[in-house]
């Protein structure tokens, strides 16, 4: 069986559909782990963050990340948090694949614009939590990579890089 392939990096950079398409064409199996951790704690995450607070979610972040690291053959679409923290960084590493999926502040500022769904941004000084945030993970992203890729792409050609890689 295939090691995972675990698609990291910041909120908006494609990961949820990276990973359900590299999936189609890898024969793997795709899980968003956002949509795991949801389906078991029967809340969305904006809920889990609002009744039981982040401390909760990152729990619940760790316990999937042990969870899914013992199956083989998946590609995970990490969540924007996961991959900050090295207790997850070792134990999905060790049956998988970690990529980053790379993408200029800019970027992903213009992607999210509209977006409300992502608690750690619903707040009046969105932006300069936004680039706060970003430039304390990007170095622990680029820590925890096997592998870099050029999120700015179209998703077939992040596909694609991951898969000739
Ligand atoms: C988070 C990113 C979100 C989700 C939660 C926390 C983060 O996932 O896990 O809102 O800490 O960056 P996406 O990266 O899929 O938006």
Sequence with gaps: ???????????????STVGALLAKKSGMAFVD??????KKEHRSISRIFAESGEDYFREKEREASRELSQKKGLVIAAGGG?????????????????????????????????????????????EAAMKELYERRLPLYRAAADLIVDGSQSPLQVCMAILSS
Excluded at 33 to 38: L, S, V, W
Excluded at 90 to 114: A, F
């Design 33 to 38: 782990m956002d949509t795991y951790i949801e």
């Design 1 to 15: 069986m295939k090691k995972n392939i675990i698609l990291c990096g910041f909120m908006g950079c494609g990961k």
């Design 82 to 126: 996961t991959l900050t923290f090295e207790e997850n960084v070792q134990v999905l590493r060790k049956t998988g694949r970690i990529v980053l999926l790379d993408l200029p502040l800019e970027t992903v500022s213009r992607r999210l614009s509209g977006d409300t769904s992502r608690p750690l941004l619903n707040r009046p000084d969105k």
